[in-house]
Nanobody
Framework: QVQLVESGGGLVQPGGSLRLSCVASGSIRSINGMRWYRQAPGKQRELVATITSGGSTNYADSVKGRFSISRDNRENTAYLQMNSLKPEDTAVYYC?????????????WGQGTQVTVSS
């Protein structure tokens, strides 16, 4: 069974930092794109950051200059470093990845991790 598990969320004051992790496990042959999304209460899920297998990145305008996505291909892990956090960054953050096993392709989602920015 192939799955994604996020971790690293929590409560942080405005201006603070958090680092989210997303680990893919199971019978994995390769992983292409990896992405972080977020969904705030009453709002649609939005794409925050993407990273290709080659390391190219892209960010939503709202997080450019504050968030950084990276990955460790040997560990099948993606990270989201979040700095200068604002209350409007409060949301459940989800990891999404294009995962290839020996026989199947999966567009996997993690269970989400809550990030709350509040004083």
């Amino acid at each position: 069974q192939v799955q994604l598990v996020e971790s690293g969320g929590g409560l942080v004051q405005p201006g603070g930092s958090l680092r989210l992790s997303c680990v893919a496990s199971g019978s994995i042959r390769s992983i292409n794109g990896m992405r972080w999304y977020r969904q705030a209460p009453g709002k649609q899920r939005e794409l925050v950051a993407t990273i290709t297998s080659g390391g190219s990145t892209n960010y939503a305008d709202s997080v450019k200059g504050r968030f950084s996505i990276s990955r460790d291909n040997r560990e099948n892990t993606a990270y989201l470093q979040m700095n200068s956090l604002k209350p409007e960054d409060t949301a459940v953050y989800y990891c999404n990845a294009d995962v290839y096993s020996r026989v199947n392709y999966y567009s996997l989602w993690g269970q989400g991790t809550q990030v709350t920015v509040s004083s």
